[in-house]
Structure formats: structure tokens, C-alpha cells
């Protein structure tokens, strides 16, 4: 027998593996400095909390720079790496200034405001060479406004309108803005603008691109050459999303028909300008992939790039000055890694890993408007393979609306795996990742055409005899908590109980409390305000539909909450105690999601808890 005594277990390891998941440490692709690349911002958790940090890469220094109760998700990094900024709101309201700090510094060592900004909710950050600064704010009494700052200068505004705007990029050379806009009152479908901010000629505007109706287009990066006038825009023109190379000097348009079958955005330029870095959204997962430009064609060489494995997605990516291309990757069954080209790990925060978990199985059901996708997780036998049903079913609904759930890791859907349960995402009608008029389709009935084709699938699965149709839970978050509590009112006989987390529960009280940005959103959505469109507000609003509810609901809810605010859900709690329905509520003093791993555990352990008690036995 050896006198090497055993190691002692690592904190933590004596947990379920359901719990390791949400407490395993986690950490986000590296914002490098563009002048000294080996200096990077990072995003990680430390202690069981997400935290700004700097990494030196080449000494392997990773430092927590920030030290918040709540968290903090937000960061860049000065071209130079002398500092890294991050967004310093309260309790997670999303309300809040720039704070600037010294790379490689101790947590609150050296932080000073950024910009000397009153507090707003953020519209988009560039920080320049030289100390020039290009900070968007939102706020309801003014809509968006755009400052440029330079250092030992006043801030000067840029850009001011009522309608929701933001930040696009800064030029390589720092003399143009592109400035993403919704004058025309369609922030879902945006215009693209680019201004001049040096000189005599600042605020001048040097092009203006918009795609008309329904048509938006979004900014990806300026080439990263100075003096290149080159953007990045990305478009639907046909119908799904695309890319084109817009030379704001010339005008020249240049779109790129990849040929590719899914979604295309741009994740990078290569350093040099002659190449991008492209991901492709396709059925759930996504692919990198390689566009040399030189000689700009339509079509251009198209080279994939070996990220990942055949399943899974990559999450995002980014080119580094040697062209060598750093990605976040994950599966349903593998947790989330950055990598290199080559496959080797970039960074990775000190601790265990989480465990793994079962892959996905694709479903496909036809509905009312078109295919649905939706992605199955089962608890597996000791061999491996699904168990076989009728299970008891967790059918969660994304939130968004415009997002998509993918082949992903997520200790969320894992624990409900865990304890026994399957659990289906839905991509429904309103989602992204699968062209521009299935994105849009819920336009015509919000809320209703997203619940059809989650019900289209809960109502497949009980049929192919998957899911045990007695035990079918209604779950979400969000745009996804909202469809959670219209579903229960809407379609009373399909679940056993709902799980809303963060929900809009009373749409006018929701539209008059929320964040600006998303009272633009909601205009857009329904084609007006309340007070114009009175009756499409209604038609959505769970609150309409309360009366018949039957189902035990749990409804999860941030005191913070900006997006979806305390009051409205208070409204809809209400209304449930009024008639007597069995409801609980669990209130947490964060914003709209929590970055404290405890919480995020706790709000799990609740939701499980509420299954076991209100589900009907087998």
C-alpha cells in the first residue's frame, strides 16, 4: 500500500454532477489589444461570479479586475492594453457608466469614469488611438445620443435622436462612425449611417445605406487597415442572412453569395484586409469559415476552417495578427472550451471542468407555417442510447424572440436531463438561424404563431410516444417566460405546469416600465405604442388570458429587472391569487438573469423542487 496519502476532493466535487455544470468556471473569448495583441480583456468567473479580468498571454497572467456582488459581463480593451473598460451598473439594472481601469490591476485599483457621461443604459462602445473615445447612451427622456470623447476635450455629441440607435464601428484610422439607426421607426429592420468625427468636417455624413421595409442591415467591423474605407455590413436582401463589402467612399456595394445553406455573419477581418472570418448558421450549429477577398468577386474563396467537431457550435470567434483564429466551442454534451485552429485550448479559468452530458437528437414536425426544428435531450441508459418513452417533458421556450437555441452546452437543460426528464428546445416561428420570414412570422399574431408551433411539437412528442402528455412542463425564460405564462392561458390542457422565468405577464404595464431600447423594439412589433395599438397589446398579453390557467405556475423574477419589470409580473401575480390558482413566486436582487453562480443554482433547485411537488405521479 503507498504512504501517499489520497488527495483531498476538490471543492465541489462531492456535488451532483447537475450542480458541478452550473459551478464548473467559465470563461469567454479573449478581446485582444490591437497594438499589443498579448494583452487581452476576458470575461470569467471567479469565486462563483462573472468578472472582468486582463490576461497577459505571454506570461499566462490572468487578473480579476473587478470584484461586484453582482457581476459584471461587460468589457473592452484600449488599442494599446494599458486599460480595460467596463459597464459599472447597479444590482444588474443595465443602468450605469464606463469605468476605466489599469491592465493587470486589483480589483478597484484605479478606477476612474470613463467618459464623465451622466448614467444611461449603453448604445454601443469604440474606443480609438490616441484617447478617442465614440460612447452611446440611451435613455427614455432623449432616445439614443452618441458622444465623442478625446482626451482634455468636452464630450461632443454626435449623433441624438428619439428613436433606438447605436454604436456600429470606428474606422481604422478613427475618423468615421458608423452609426446603426431606426429613424424611420423600425428598430428591428435598422438603416446603417456613416459620419465623419475629425475636424472641421465632424458630424459630417459621409454614406447612408438602408434596405427599405422590413429589410435590415447591421454593421460587422470597418476593414482593419488605415485609410481603408471598407465596412462590413450585414443584410437579408434575399430573404435570409448575408454579407456585403460596402465601400463608404465610393459607395460601391459588393455582396458576397457564399453559397452557403444557412445564415451568414461576419465574425472577423483578417489583419490584412483581404480575407474575412464568416460564420454560418445552419439547423442549429455553426460553422467558421475562411472568404478571400483578393480579387473582390461575388463570390470569392470560400476555405472552412476546422473548429470543433461535426456536431456542436461555435459561439464566437476571433482573428489574431498571425491569422491564427481563437473560437468558443461547445455541444450539447461537451462544455464550452476556447480553442485555436490547431484545436489546442487558448485560456481556461482554474478549476474543474464541468461534466459532460447527453448529446441532441434532431426533431423535425410540420406546422401550421412551415417545418420546426427543435432540438431533444434524454436521459440516457448505461450504454448510451435514449431512453425510451413516455417520459415525463420539460418543452422550453427560447428567449429573444430573435435567438435561436443550438447545439450548445447548457447546465439548465442538463439538471432537468439529470433527474429523469427529456427536454426539447423549440426553434418556433419568430426564431432566428432560419431565414428572414421565419424570423418575422410572428408579426402576424405575436405571441399565438410562436405557441402553435410549440405546441405543434409537445403534441408530436406525446404522439410518438416521447413524452408522457400528463406530465409535460411549459418552461422559459424571457421572451420564452412570456410564452410560458400566454402559453398556460392559451392552451390550458397541454401542461401539467409552467416555469416562467423573468416574464413580460401584463404587456401595457410591461411597455410603460421597460428600458427605451425595447420600447422601440415592442413599436416595431406590433406597429405602435399602446395607446395606438391598444387592441394587439391585449391580444398578446398574458394577463388577457389569466382566466384560465389552470396549471401550477412558478414564476421567477429580478427585482432589477429593466426588461421585464417587477410591476407587471406583480400585476399578473395578482390576478392568480384574485382566482385562486396555485402559483409561487421566487423574487432575487439581481436584473434580468443572474451572474452568481449560487443564484443561477438556487433558481435551478427551485424550479426542480416546484416539478416534484405540483407534477402528477407516474
Not at 489546442?344 to 474543474?352: L, Q
Not at 399565438?448 to 408522457?468: I, K
Not at 412558478?554 to 391569487?577: K, S
Not at 443564484?599 to 405540483?614: C, G, M, N, P, S
Request: proline share 8%; with cysteine.
Amino acid at each position: 500500500m503507498s504512504d501517499t496519502p489520497a488527495s483531498p476532493p476538490q471543492p465541489g466535487s462531492w456535488l451532483p454532477a447537475w450542480e458541478r455544470r452550473f459551478r464548473a468556471p467559465r470563461v469567454g473569448l479573449p478581446d485582444w489589444a490591437d497594438d499589443a495583441p498579448d494583452r487581452c480583456a476576458v470575461v470569467a468567473t471567479s469565486g462563483g461570479v462573472v468578472e472582468v479580468h486582463s490576461w497577459d498571454r505571454s506570461t499566462g497572467t490572468l487578473t480579476q479586475l473587478t470584484s461586484r456582488k453582482e457581476g459584471t459581463v461587460h468589457a473592452a480593451i484600449e488599442p494599446d492594453g494599458s486599460a480595460v473598460w467596463w459597464f459599472d451598473d447597479a444590482a444588474g439594472d443595465e443602468f450605469g457608466v464606463w469605468r476605466r481601469q489599469p491592465f493587470g490591476s486589483a480589483p478597484g485599483e484605479g478606477v476612474e469614469d470613463a467618459t464623465g457621461l451622466p448614467p444611461a443604459y449603453s448604445a454601443g462602445l469604440a474606443i480609438g488611438r490616441g484617447g478617442l473615445r465614440v460612447v452611446g447612451s440611451a435613455d427614455d427622456d432623449y432616445g439614443t445620443r452618441i458622444h465623442v470623447i478625446r482626451p482634455g476635450e468636452p464630450a461632443r455629441l454626435l449623433y441624438e435622436h428619439a428613436e433606438d440607435a447605436g454604436v456600429g464601428d470606428l474606422s481604422e484610422d478613427g475618423t468615421l462612425v458608423a452609426i446603426v439607426h431606426s429613424e424611420h421607426g423600425d428598430s428591428r429592420h435598422p438603416a446603417v449611417r456613416v459620419v465623419r468625427v475629425d475636424g472641421d468636417t465632424f458630424g459630417e455624413t459621409v454614406a447612408e445605406l438602408w434596405d427599405g421595409e422590413g429589410k435590415g442591415l447591421d454593421v460587422e467591423a470597418f476593414a482593419p487597415v488605415l485609410g481603408d474605407t471598407r465596412l462590413l455590413l450585414g443584410h437579408e436582401r434575399r430573404g435570409r442572412a448575408e454579407l456585403l463589402v460596402w465601400d463608404v467612399a465610393t459607395g460601391a456595394q459588393t455582396p458576397l453569395d457564399l453559397g452557403l445553406p444557412g445564415d451568414v455573419s461576419g465574425a472577423d477581418w483578417f489583419p490584412d484586409g483581404s480575407a474575412l472570418l464568416v460564420a454560418m448558421d445552419h439547423e442549429a450549429r455553426t460553422r467558421l469559415y475562411r472568404v478571400d477577398l483578393a480579387p473582390l468577386t461575388t463570390g470569392g474563396a470560400l476555405q472552412p476552417l476546422p473548429v470543433g467537431r461535426p456536431d456542436g457550435s461555435v459561439g464566437s470567434a476571433t482573428v489574431r495578427p498571425d491569422e491564427d483564429v481563437w473560437s468558443t466551442w461547445s455541444s450539447a454534451a461537451e462544455p464550452p472550451g476556447v480553442r485555436d485552429l490547431a484545436g489546442f485550448p487558448v485560456i481556461s479559468a482554474p478549476g474543474d471542468p464541468a461534466p459532460p452530458s447527453v448529446p441532441v437528437e434532431d426533431v423535425w414536425v410540420e406546422g401550421k407555417g412551415g417545418r420546426i426544428h427543435a432540438l431533444l435531450r434524454r436521459p440516457a441508459a448505461d450504454d448510451g442510447t435514449p431512453l425510451p418513452g413516455p417520459l415525463p417533458l420539460v418543452v422550453e421556450v427560447h428567449g429573444g424572440p430573435t435567438h435561436h437555441d443550438a447545439d450548445a452546452f447548457r447546465a439548465y437543460a442538463s439538471a432537468w436531463v439529470d433527474h429523469g426528464y427529456a427536454i426539447v428546445q423549440v426553434n418556433y416561428r419568430g426564431s432566428t438561424g432560419y431565414g428572414s420570414a421565419w424570423r418575422d412570422a410572428l408579426d402576424a399574431e405575436v405571441g399565438h404563431v410562436e405557441l402553435e408551433d410549440v405546441v405543434a411539437v409537445r403534441d408530436h412528442l406525446v404522439a410518438t410516444g416521447v413524452a408522457d402528455g400528463a406530465r409535460v412542463v411549459l418552461a422559459g425564460a424571457s421572451w420564452g417566460g412570456y410564452l410560458t405564462l400566454l402559453g398556460l392561458g392559451l392552451y390550458p390542457d397541454r401542461w401539467a405546469l409552467g416555469l416562467a422565468g423573468v416574464p413580460v405577464a401584463d404587456y401595457v404595464a410591461a411597455y410603460e416600465d421597460e428600458m427605451e431600447g425595447l420600447k422601440a423594439f415592442d413599436r416595431s412589433l406590433f406597429g405602435g405604442s399602446p395607446d395606438e395599438v391598444p387592441e394587439k397589446y391585449r391580444h398578446s398579453s398574458p394577463l388577457t388570458y389569466v382566466d384560465a390557467v389552470r396549471a401550477p405556475v412558478l414564476i421567477l423574477a429580478g427585482e432589477n429587472d429593466p426588461r421585464c419589470p417587477i410591476r407587471q409580473i406583480e400585476n399578473y401575480v395578482a390576478a392568480l391569487q384574485e382566482r385562486g390558482t396555485t402559483h409561487e413566486v421566487y423574487r432575487y436582487d439581481a436584473g434580468h438573469g443572474s451572474l452568481v453562480d449560487d443564484e443561477r443554482v438556487r433558481q435551478t433547485r427551485v424550479e426542480l423542487d416546484f416539478a416534484a411537488r405540483y407534477l402528477p405521479p407516474t
